[in-house]
Structures are given as structure tokens and as C-alpha cells.
């Protein structure tokens, strides 16, 4: 049973310290009460031990589920119309309902003096499917093996609700086709008149917050807005590290369209 569908579950959880909320800054709140308007809040559920195998790469994770109190709050009010109807068959429309992020945590957060961190944006065809068009599976698989060989560990923040730079798989399949036509990625979102980017990193920052506090870490990016976006949310203590990888005849046109839009790459990076 899904804990939202259960309050019996959800109170057990809370109860052993499996499901905490935090506020923006990383700080606990209590799980029982609801945030005020307009505050952001996260649940996070875990950790739960998770073996990770990505082709050659296999690690044991410390996986913990993340939403959004908000977001929980509207499937708590559907799921208790799907308890009142009997509707078992409907409960996969909560699923649909909520945008669900994972952390994976490599090491003991408490011995932590400079982590290594990778905020990983979801990609069905990169991360699923192994699609050559983007970077995205091998940067992630990259990822967890640097962070894994990394001395000080670290963590990857799994972003579910960043899609296509944040428009959502059904568009990207529609910039996909533009791109085939001779557009790059940014000139295919402007055309359907979407912003190049419109990816927010709030849940991100509350979730390093909390894991990491006021120590310095070492973020996995070559993409400066990634930095700037996390360190106007108060993460300033940031130390960018180069994450190339994956580069092909099918991505090498992406990959230059990024670079001329501001990502720190060079010619020699996607040649």
C-alpha cells in the first residue's frame, strides 16, 4: 500500500525516522504538521539500500525517494476519494499526480568535508533507453563511478521533473523531430515557445541543504547556470568539476549547441 493511501503506514514511517520533511534550507519540520502557504517543503523517504548496476559499474546506494509537500498534499486529497469509492483500479492515477526525485548517497553524509555531487535532470531515452542523441546516460553512469571512487563520497539528486531542460517528455519528442529538420535544441524550444531552459533547482538546493549543510562541495556540471541557480538558493560554497563523457557523431551538434549557449565545454571537449 502506498504510504498516502495508508496513514497507518505513514505514521509507522514517521515514527522510525524513515520519513522526515525539511524546508528550503535542509532544516527538519515536523512531518505531522502542514507547511504554511507558500513555503516550500520536502518530504523525503529513506534511506533504502539500493544496488545500482549500470553495465560495468555496480555500487550500493543509500536511495531516498523526494517530493514536494505540496504535491503530496493533492494526491493525499485523490487518494482519499479512491478509499472512499474502493477504487483500487484508479490508484495508478496517483502515480501520474506527482513528480518524485531521488537522492542517491554514496558514504556517510557525517564525514563529509567536501563532497562530490552530481543534480542529474531525468532523461527517459538518455537514462532508459540509452539514447546516443544526449550525454545524459553515460553522466549519470559517469557519475556514480567518480562518486563511488571518490575518497570523500558524495551524492547524486535525481531531478524528475526536469524533462527536456524542464518541458516535459511529450515536447522534447516534438524538438527531436525540429532538430531533424535542421534546428538546434534551443532554436527548436523557442519555436514551439518554450524558454531554452526552464529548469528550477529549489527542491535541489533544499536537498543538498539538508545532506550537506554549510560545508563546501564539488558539483559535476559544465553548465553555469546550474551553478548560479544553486548558489542563489544559498549553496555558494561550490566547486565546479568538468562531467564530459558520451560524445558522438549522434550528440556532437547538441553538444556544440550547448557550448555556444553558454555550457563550459570547448572544441576539443566534442571533438
Not at 539500493?50 to 493533492?74: F, Q
Not at 524533462?163 to 514551439?192: C, F, H, M, P, V
Request: hydrophobic share 40%; glycine share 10%; charged share 25%.
Amino acid at each position: 500500500m502506498f504510504t498516502y493511501i495508508d496513514p497507518s503506514v505513514r505514521s509507522q514511517l514517521i515514527d522510525a525516522g524513515k520519513l522526515i520533511r525539511i524546508d528550503s534550507q535542509g532544516r527538519r519540520l515536523d512531518p505531522n504538521q502542514q507547511p504554511a502557504h507558500g513555503e516550500l517543503a520536502v518530504n523525503l523517504l529513506g534511506p533504502i539500500p539500493l544496488p545500482v548496476h549500470l553495465g560495468d559499474l555496480e555500487v550500493t546506494a543509500d536511495w531516498y525517494a523526494s517530493v514536494r509537500s505540496t504535491e503530496l498534499g493533492k494526491v493525499e486529497e485523490l487518494a482519499s476519494e479512491l478509499r472512499q469509492q474502493g477504487g483500487q483500479r484508479l490508484f495508478s492515477v496517483l502515480a501520474s499526480s506527482m513528480a518524485v526525485n531521488s537522492v542517491l548517497i554514496l558514504g556517510d553524509p557525517k564525514t563529509w568535508e567536501n563532497p562530490l555531487i552530481r543534480v542529474h535532470s531525468s532523461c527517459l531515452t538518455g537514462d532508459v533507453f540509452g539514447s546516443e542523441r544526449c550525454e545524459c546516460g553515460p553522466q549519470l553512469k559517469s557519475a556514480l563511478a567518480a562518486i563511488k571512487d571518490d575518497p570523500q563520497g558524495g551524492m547524486v539528486v535525481y531531478m524528475a521533473g526536469h524533462e527536456g531542460r524542464g518541458i516535459g517528455l511529450w515536447a522534447k519528442a516534438a524538438t527531436y523531430l525540429l532538430q531533424d529538420s535542421g534546428q538546434n535544441t534551443y532554436q527548436a524550444n523557442r519555436q514551439l515557445g518554450l524558454p531554452d531552459d526552464c529548469r528550477e533547482f529549489s527542491d535541489a538546493a533544499a536537498l543538498i541543504h539538508f545532506f550537506v549543510g554549510n560545508r563546501p562541495f564539488r558539483l559535476l556540471t559544465n553548465n553555469p547556470k546550474k551553478i548560479n541557480d544553486l548558489a542563489a538558493l544559498g549553496l555558494d560554497q561550490v566547486t565546479r568539476v568538468k562531467h564530459v563523457t558520451g560524445v558522438g557523431d549522434w550528440n556532437r551538434r547538441y553538444l556544440k549547441a550547448k557550448k555556444d549557449w553558454g555550457h563550459a565545454l570547448s572544441e576539443q571537449d566534442i571533438e
